[in-house]
C-alpha cells in the first residue's frame, strides 16, 4: 500500500485488545512498512536522521568514554541509521526492536562479531544485561502502563545505567501505545525521577516528528534531550509509585531465552550474567 494511504491514520493499541505483543508487533510493524514516519532518509523518522542527531553523536561518545561503557544495549535500535556513525568501538552492541523485518536487515547488513541484531518485545523479552540501556524515544510512543510495563521488565536484566529521551515542558497526558507520540517529562508526575547524572541536549531541528507533519518544524517545540541515570537510582524512586508496584504485581515476563543470549566470551559479559544472576552461555 502506498504511503501516501496511511498519512494521519492513528495507529494504536487499545488496551481490551488480549494479545498485548502480538497487538504491539502489528501497529510498529505497519508503521515501518508504510513508512508511517514518513522521511526519505530513515524508516524510523525524522529523529533518527544525521541531521537530528548531528550534536547528540558526539556527545555521546564524549558521555561513553567518561563512564568506560563498553557493551551497550540499544532498545529500540530501529534501523541502525544514525547510531552506526558513532566515532566509538563497543566490545558488544546489541541492537533489539519489536519489528521482526529491521532484526533481519540490520542483521544481513550491519552484523559482525561485536554488532547484534535481535527481535524482541522490550515490555516482556528478557533483555541480557550491558554497562548501559540506551531507550532513545521509545517512550513517547507508550502509554503510562506500558511505559511502567518496561521498566519492570528490563529492571531484570542488571543495566547500570540507562540513557532516557527527556521532555520539558510536557503534560505527560497518557494517551494508547501507538504512531502518534507524546513527550515525557520524567521528572514530573507520575514518574518523579530525580536528576540525572547527565543531560544531553539533542538540539534537534525537530524535536519530534509524526506521521502528519510535513518536516520543517515540530508542532512539540519541547527541548529534547538525553538523560542519562544509573539503573539503580530510577528503580528507587519507581519503588515508592503505586503503578509501577501493581506491574510487577500482575504483569508476567518472559524468562532468559536462547534467541536472546548469543554466545559470549569476553569477561565482561561473565560479570554481568552473574551481577544479575542468569546463567552464562
Not at 501497529?27 to 533518527?48: C, K, P, Q, T, Y
Not at 550491558?130 to 517512550?139: E, G, I, N, S
Request: glycine share 4%; aromatic share 12%.
Amino acid at each position: 500500500m502506498a504511503d501516501k494511504e496511511y498519512t494521519g491514520v492513528n495507529i494504536e493499541v487499545h488496551p481490551e485488545q488480549k494479545d498485548e505483543r502480538f497487538a504491539r508487533e502489528s501497529v510498529f510493524s505497519i508503521i515501518h512498512d508504510a513508512n508511517l514516519w514518513r522521511d526519505e532518509e530513515s524508516v524510523s523518522g525524522r529523529g533518527s536522521s544525521l541531521e537530528a542527531t548531528e550534536y547528540l553523536r558526539p556527545n555521546l561518545v564524549g558521555l561513553f568514554r567518561t563512564y568506560n561503557i563498553r557493551t551497550i544495549a540499544d532498545a529500540p535500535c530501529g534501523d541502525f541509521n544514525w547510531f552506526r556513525e558513532l566515532d566509538y568501538r563497543f566490545e558488544r552492541y546489541d541492537g533489539y526492536d519489536i519489528v521482526e523485518a529491521l532484526e533481519s536487515k540490520n542483521t544481513k547488513v550491519y552484523g559482525t562479531k561485536t554488532t547484534h541484531f535481535h527481535h524482541a518485545d522490550l515490555l516482556g523479552d528478557f533483555v541480557p544485561p550491558a554497562d548501559v540501556l540506551l531507550c532513545r524515544d521509545l517512550t513517547i510512543h507508550l502509554s503510562h502502563e506500558h511505559i511502567f510495563t518496561f521498566f519492570a521488565n528490563v529492571q531484570r536484566s542488571g543495566f547500570k545505567y540507562i540513557l532516557l529521551s527527556q521532555y520539558e515542558p510536557s503534560d505527560n497526558k497518557d494517551r494508547n501505545t501507538g504512531v502518534l507520540f507524546q513527550p515525557i517529562d520524567f521528572f514530573k508526575e507520575p514518574f518523579c525521577f530525580p536528576e540525572p547524572l547527565e543531560l544531553i541536549d539533542e538540539k534537534a531541528p525537530y524535536a519530534c516528528a509524526g506521521p502528519n507533519q510535513t518536516g520543517e518544524k515540530s508542532v512539540h517545540p519541547q527541548g529534547n534531550s538525553l538523560g542519562f541515570w544509573r539503573m539503580k537510582d530510577i528503580l528507587a524512586a519507581l519503588a515508592k509509585n503505586e503503578t509501577f508496584q501493581n506491574v510487577l504485581a500482575t504483569k508476567s515476563f518472559n524468562p532468559p531465552a536462547e534467541a536472546f543470549r548469543p554466545p559470549h566470551t569476553n569477561d565482561l559479559y561473565v560479570s554481568n550474567c552473574l551481577r544479575a544472576n542468569i546463567p552464562r552461555q
